[in-house]
Nanobody, 122 residues
Framework: VQLQASGGGLVQAGGSLRLSCAASGRTFGKDTMGWFRQAPGKERDFVARVSWNGGSTYYTDSVKGRFTISRDNAKKMVYLQMNSLKPEDTAVYYC????????????????WGQGTQVTVSS
């Protein structure tokens, strides 16, 4: 599956952004989809994942209650709605696809998009 992320930008603290990830390929409807982020000088960290049918989601603790991951299999799209953004959310955000229902590490995901920059100003 090929992935392309978009929707990043500059936003003030407390604001919102919605990231989108467009997918192509035959396996999208069967893949677990995830979002990761990487700040300068830091490792790529897990943010959220959604199961193949959207029925199960999982978030890292720091974004619970603020971020929502969703998918539209008919459109081959994955979204990350980010509310109440904080400066510490600043990073390049990547979407990823994998075939492990409980995937949460970068190694669990075999396909990656190119990343989209999110900058939150204080």
């Amino acid at each position: 599956v090929q992935l392309q992320a978009s929707g990043g930008g500059l936003v003030q603290a407390g604001g919102s952004l919605r990231l989108s990830c467009a997918a192509s390929g035959r396996t999208f409807g069967k893949d677990t989809m995830g979002w990761f982020r990487q700040a300068p000088g830091k490792e790529r960290d897990f943010v959220a994942r959604v199961s193949w049918n959207g029925g199960s989601t999982y978030y890292t603790d720091s974004v619970k209650g603020r971020f929502t991951i969703s998918r539209d299999n008919a459109k081959k799209m994955v979204y990350l709605q980010m509310n109440s953004l904080k400066p510490e959310d600043t990073a390049v955000y990547y979407c990823a696809a994998g075939n492990n229902l409980y995937a949460w590490t970068p190694a669990d995901f075999g396909s990656w998009g190119q990343g989209t920059q999110v900058t939150v100003s204080s």
